[in-house]
């Protein structure tokens, strides 16, 4: 699934919010996030961590995942790579406050 038949299709269009939003920064960028995609009309949902994103996934099964690569347990790599492994085809955008050019390097390689 590609960018444009998210945006093509009729309705809400929905887009989950994985991270952990410990930091000060990061839930300022959360609710930034909530607020400005929220008022363009996307159903927003959101998940903490590994454990909740899985089970938001599979429930509510959204058009676009925004993932931060720092969450507390699993991390946003295996995480992605266990949805990629089992097949989820959402486009995924990866979020990240510390970003190393090793972590972008690693992140790019893995198929989105």
């Known amino acids: ?5 998210i ?18 920064s990061a839930r300022r960028s959360g609710a930034r996030f909530r607020h400005v995609l929220g008022s363009q009309g996307y159903a927003i949902s959101e998940a903490p961590n590994a454990k909740t994103a899985i089970e938001l996934v599979e429930t509510e099964k959204p058009d676009l995942i925004l993932l931060d690569l720092g969450l507390p ?40």
């Open 73 to 112: 347990g699993m991390g946003g790599h295996e995480l992605l790579r266990k949805w990629r492994d089992d097949g989820l085809d959402v486009p995924v955008v990866i979020l990240s406050s510390r970003v190393t050019a090793w972590r972008a390097r690693r992140a790019s390689r893995e198929p989105a």
């Open 7 to 24: 945006f093509s299709r009729e309705g809400h269009i929905s887009v989950a919010i994985i991270g952990r939003g410990a930091g000060h």
């Open 1 to 5: 699934m590609g960018f444009g038949s």
